[in-house]
């Protein structure tokens, strides 16, 4: 049998990702975000839901770009920290001892220890309520090799250990079930 609840945010699990932004050093913030996700595919967009009085809210309105970094069970605790603790306050990457990296394309930083960091420019701002909607052509992606097979070039996601956000938890992605297509595929 099911309960009905209230409505409720349960799309769970989510990325937890750090979300580094800034024009120049001294204003380079990280947040952490789990409200994020593709848009399109072609061109290639994605979002983030962010509150209007997080210290990295007007850095964000001001730049209209920001990197969205993995993050890996080694980086767990960062993402919590950075998650919790104001920018106000913090000067995050210092006291995390995360290395700020010059992106390609945008002016916000990205995070050396992140595996991929996808570099975001700003198209819209929805005002939604809670949360401000950030939504933003991806611009740039970049890889650490030490995560690409060497046969495929692909993102090996296992080896990165990358970690997921659900209901106030950070899990590991556990084991691969299938792959896109299985279910249909002609048996040789």
Known sequence: MKQDWKPGTMIYPLPAVM??????????NILTVSWVGTICTNPPMCYISVRPERSSYPILRKNMEFV????TRE???????????????HRKFEEMGLTPGKATIVKAPIIEESPLCIECRVKEVMALGSHDMFIA?????????????????AFDMRKADLIAYSHGKY???????????????KKK
């Open 171 to 185: 899990y590991g992605l556990g084991e691969l079930v299938g792959k896109f297509g299985w279910s249909v595929k």
């Open 137 to 153: 052509d991806v611009v740039n992606v970049k890889a650490d090799e030490k995560y690409l097979d060497p046969e495929t070039g």
């Open 19 to 28: 979300v580094s932004c800034g024009g120049d050093p001294s204003e380079y």
């Open 68 to 71: 969205i970094n993995l993050t």
């Open 75 to 89: 980086l767990a605790y960062a993402t919590d920290w950075c998650g919790v603790n104001s920018g106000k306050e």
